[in-house]
């Protein structure tokens, strides 16, 4: 299992996923790109079994090491590595991007130094831009397949040429969410290829996330949201919308769970606003911390859109987490969000950049509780039919155990 980094508070669902594969059998080592950013991990983490080996991350602080296992890969595989660094070269040349060689000299580090004797027979890699790279370059150094796992920037940031020619070599491709399998199948089918492409979709532990929402007695009332702080997320466009809940005399207060680039600008604008009497920002939580804001939290609300770059949320884990819980969910339309989130049944959704649309869909779910007691129950169920982990794995492990049953 190829990662960009590991392990990631905002990524509980790759890690999650690995500990069910394991549970499940299927026998995994772990290489990681980066070292984690934070230092500490969801609970769960601590139950992986298999532990993770780093790869060199940059080729200037790491030449020496890269060298050396690249070369001792050339005088095993000879032309054969000539050959694929000679096709690296000329893509690198085409796209202008060092990148490229980047990647293959850690795709020929994986292959030189990590695969032999570890009996892997199949590379897996989470993520289309650098980690399916990576696995590519192993892969065709190797002879041993290669598949990965798409999800929301990784897909839209990407070029779609390249995105296209790991689909056509990959033996499959995953993706979490039909918005995204959608658009991978017209990238396939423009370049002839046939490679399938499975939605599964990232499941939650419903262990933990259990129906238990118990908020105190407004006023005030508690509007939480979780996400990083990135232009997709869209919390100028939620703070907008605090300013006029705010306006409006309303008592509330609006709580943020999570980190990012952008902290700096949101921070300026809560000034600017008025709101700091108003917005509490936590930075990043483990999952127990979340759950517990989710039990006590009036209603959660995301403001995700398409960014200036084409970024976009897949489906969003903390409305399917909220949604287990049974904390109302405010949402825009965006993306896959709306296979999760059915407007006047499972939640409210808005038109994205509508600050305005946001703080009256909120409004209306904090004055009118006992009238969504419904959405409550049926967004429970929803997440219960569709996105429990213990079901959703299963289609993964039977992907994977074909893998290891064909060897």
């Known amino acids: 299992m190829l990662l960009k980094g590991y392990p990631r508070i905002s990524e509980s669902f790759i890690s999650s996923e690995i500990l069910l594969l394991e549970s499940l059998g299927i026998p995994i080592r772990i290489f990681s790109i980066r070292q984690p950013r934070e230092g500490f991990s969801h609970d769960h983490v601590k139950r992986i079994k298999a532990r993770a080996t780093y790869l060199p991350e940059y080729v200037l602080p790491n030449l020496k090491t890269l060298y050396e296992s690249n070369a001792r890969l050339h005088t095993e595989l000879g032309s054969h590595y000539r050959q694929c660094f000679i096709e690296a070269l000329k893509r690198a040349?085409?796209?202008?991007?060092?990148?490229?060689?980047?990647?293959?000299?850690?795709?020929?580090?994986?292959?030189?130094?990590?695969?032999?004797?570890?009996?892997?027979?199949?590379?897996?890699?989470?993520?289309?831009?650098?980690?399916?790279?990576?696995?590519?370059?192993?892969?065709?150094?190797t002879g041993i397949p290669f598949s990965f796992t798409a999800h929301a920037k990784d897909i839209y940031t990407s070029e779609p040429d390249q995105v296209a020619r790991k689909i056509r070599k990959a033996r499959f491709v995953v993706t979490c969410t039909a918005y995204n399998a959608e658009y991978l199948r017209g990238l396939r089918d423009a370049v002839g290829a046939t490679t399938p492409i499975h939605t599964i979709y990232h499941g939650i532990d419903l262990n933990l996330f259990r129906y238990d929402h118990s908020p105190p007695s407004p006023p005030p009332y508690r509007?939480?949201?979780?996400?990083?702080?990135?232009?997709?997320?869209?919390?100028?466009?939620?703070?907008?919308?605090?300013?006029?809940?705010?306006?409006?005399?309303?008592?509330?207060?609006?709580?943020?769970?999570?980190?990012?680039?952008?902290?700096?600008?949101?921070?300026?604008?809560?000034?600017?606003?008025?709101?700091?009497?108003?917005?509490?920002?936590?930075?990043?939580?483990?999952?127990?911390?979340?759950?517990?804001?989710?039990?006590?939290?009036?209603?959660?609300?995301?403001?995700?859109?398409?960014?200036?770059?084409?970024?976009?949320?897949?489906?969003?884990?903390?409305?399917v987490e909220a949604m287990a819980v049974g904390c109302p969910v405010v949402a825009t339309r965006v993306s896959a969000i709306?296979?999760?989130?059915?407007?006047?049944?499972?939640?409210?959704?808005?038109?994205?950049?509508?600050?305005?649309?946001?703080?009256?869909?909120?409004?209306?779910?904090?004055?009118?509780?006992?009238?969504?007691?419904?959405?409550?129950?049926?967004?429970?169920?929803?997440?219960?039919?569709?996105?429990?982990?213990?079901?959703?794995?299963?289609?993964?492990?039977?992907?994977?155990?074909?893998?290891?049953?064909?060897?």
């Open 223 to 319: 509007i939480l949201s979780v996400g990083r702080l990135v232009e997709k997320k869209g919390y100028d466009d939620l703070l907008q919308a605090v300013k006029l809940l705010d306006a409006c005399g309303l008592d509330f207060e609006f709580v943020h769970i999570g980190s990012g680039e952008l902290e700096g600008s949101i921070r300026k604008m809560i000034g600017e606003l008025r709101l700091s009497h108003r917005v509490k920002l936590l930075g990043t939580l483990v999952h127990r911390e979340v759950l517990s804001w989710y039990r006590k939290s009036h209603c959660v609300a995301l403001a995700c859109k398409v960014a200036g770059n084409g970024d976009r949320d897949g489906i969003p884990n903390v409305l």
């Open 338 to 407: 709306p296979e999760l989130v059915e407007h006047g049944a499972t939640g409210s959704l808005v038109e994205p950049k509508n600050p305005s649309a946001m703080a009256h869909a909120i409004l209306e779910v904090l004055l009118n509780g006992d009238r969504f007691q419904s959405h409550r129950q049926l967004a429970r169920r929803r997440v219960e039919d569709r996105f429990d982990s213990s079901r959703c794995i299963v289609k993964l492990h039977a992907l994977f155990r074909e893998v290891l049953e064909g060897q």
């Open 93 to 141: 040349l085409e796209r202008k991007k060092t990148a490229t060689v980047r990647h293959f000299l850690q795709g020929g580090h994986l292959a030189a130094t990590r695969l032999p004797g570890d009996n892997v027979v199949h590379i897996h890699a989470h993520f289309a831009h650098t980690p399916a790279s990576v696995a590519l370059f192993a892969s065709e150094l």
